[in-house]
């Protein structure tokens, strides 16, 4: 069975750093491309960074772009957000997300919040 296993958010200042991870079981990660996506409270869930399965490259949201990176442990089957220089408007629950025989996975997700 596929499953998506996000860990990492918390409480963080302005400024400050998370790292959240995306552990997989039931798949192989490496395969596929992975996604990590945001949901701020009532707003729509939107992309925020993702990472191809065959050469590795990358993409990020204009929000996020360098201030996040995406990378991945393909011998640990995990996939990592590092994101610095957080904001109050990058608070929010993050999903990981892939694809897999046309059946979408998603997390259950990690919350963020960035606050004094």
């Known amino acids: 069975q596929v499953q998506l296993v996000e860990s990492g958010g918390g409480l963080v200042q302005p400024g400050g750093s998370l790292r959240l991870s995306c552990a997989a079981s039931?798949?192989?990660?490496?395969?596929?491309?992975i996604g990590w996506f945001r949901q701020a409270p009532g707003k729509e869930r939107e992309g925020v960074s993702c990472?191809?399965?065959?050469?590795?490259?990358?993409y990020y949201a204009d929000s996020v772009k360098g201030r996040f990176t995406i990378s991945r442990d393909n011998a640990k089957n995990v996939v990592f957000l590092q994101m610095n220089s957080l904001k109050p408007e990058d608070t929010g629950v993050y999903y990981c997300?892939?694809?897999?025989?046309?059946?979408?996975?998603w997390g259950e997700g990690t919350l963020v919040t960035v606050s004094l």
């Open positions: 039931g798949f192989t990660l490496d395969y596929y491309a």
């Open positions: 997300y892939s694809r897999s025989y046309a059946v979408d996975y």
């Open positions: 990472i191809s399965s065959s050469d590795g490259s990358t």
